[in-house]
């Protein structure tokens, strides 16, 4: 049996919350959303928003957790940020059990969140029917199953609870994040405006979203997304600027706006950086005036060789067509590496 809803509007009691639960105060959303669960069951999900506009999901499940029936089912809440990373759980009903039918204690309620906040834990590897060894004669009861449980997998489940921990990990992460991460970016694609909102609401956590979804193909870019993925060239944050830098070939780079806003911050960049970006330039139809006095002029300056091969093959792809002053610019170029060198004067020698 599946049951939908909120924590907040259940009548039950709630025997325990995630600590980062306790001070979220969610409210459903009219929206209802579906999922596939790991039996390719179609599940609904509920669509929740806080009174900072964040969004979230959330699915209520009861659901037995052992292969026999000798277990106690299990009456959970699971909350899901908007992007599908696990944020909590709500027990239901009656507290969570061990083999023997003792309840968990605030030690294995702690072990179980640091579980289930390991999204690539070692439970991801193994169906119910793995968890344990062959059984033998005279074999303990581990979890309503004959057999001993797989060293790896008791390393990686709260002590005496392998089925409850497998059972709620893989209701977590197997196939939901990504599920709900697609939903979100369905979301966002048919209204902009909640996305700006959200990009305003935790800029951290919701652009990761937005450009994620910019990278994959799954969510088309707007005038404030690539305002996003341009400014973000050159910030601190690497993680942040490896993802503007990986979302800017989506751009339209042909672009003059877009093009004049690189020769700005190109030479604040890393080299492997710009040639990252001139790898994505190279499919421009042509390059505006600033990018290509930036470009050529790096020839003047002490720019990293390797660099500046990939700008000759850019400019050669673009068949650019050199002035006076710029064929004798490069002309006049010193250096002693060799592949610059042969790439440069096979440049010159074509024009």
């Known amino acids: 049996m599946i049951c939908i809803g909120p924590a907040k509007s259940d009548p039950v009691q709630t025997y325990y919350q995630s600590p980062g639960l306790r001070e979220l105060k969610p409210v459903p959303l009219p929206e209802q959303h579906q999922l596939r669960d790991d039996q390719g069951a179609v599940q609904s999900v509920a669509a929740l928003a ?21 277990c106690r089912p299990v009456d959970i809440g699971i909350y899901w940020t908007f992007s599908g990373k696990y944020l909590g759980i709500a027990v239901y009903r009656e507290p969570l059990t061990k083999t023997d039918h003792s309840v968990f204690s605030p030690v294995d309620y702690a072990m179980l969140e640091r579980i289930l906040q390991d999204e690539w834990s070692d439970l991801r590897e193994y169906t119910a029917e793995e968890l344990v060894d062959s059984p033998n004669p005279g074999a303990d009861t581990l979890d309503g199953v004959t057999g001993a449980t797989k060293q790896a997998v ?48 935790d800029p951290a ?81 042509a390059l505006s005036p600033a990018l290509r006095a930036r470009l050529i002029g790096q020839f003047t300056e002490n720019a990293q060789p390797w660099v500046l091969i990939r700008t000759l093959r850019l400019l050669e792809a673009q068949k650019i067509a050199l002035s006076d002053k710029e064929r004798q610019l490069l002309s006049s170029m010193k250096t002693g590496h060799d592949a610059l060198r042969k790439t440069l004067d096979a440049f010159l020698s074509a024009r």
């Open 154 to 201: 008791a390393q990686a489940a709260v002590k005496d609870a392998v089925y409850t921990t497998h059972t709620i990990w893989h209701l977590i992460h197997d196939g939901e994040p990504e599920q709900l991460n697609l939903l979100a970016l369905k979301i966002m694609n048919e209204d902009r405006g909640l996305m700006h909102r959200l990009l305003n609401v």
């Open 205 to 285: 956590d919701y652009r990761a979203l937005v450009l994620d979804g910019v990278v994959s193909g799954h969510l088309a870019p707007d005038t404030i997304v690539q305002e996003l993925i341009l400014e973000g060239l050159t910030a601190d944050d690497v993680r942040y600027r490896d993802r503007c830098i990986s979302a800017f070939s989506r751009l339209d780079v042909s672009n003059e706006s877009v093009q004049n806003r690189v020769a700005d911050r190109y030479p604040l960049l890393a080299p492997a950086d710009q040639t990252r970006l001139l790898g994505a330039i190279q499919k421009a139809t």
């Open 50 to 70: 806080d009174d900072r506009g964040n969004r979230y999901w959330y699915r209520r499940i009861f659901t037995p957790v052992c292969l026999t029936g000798e």
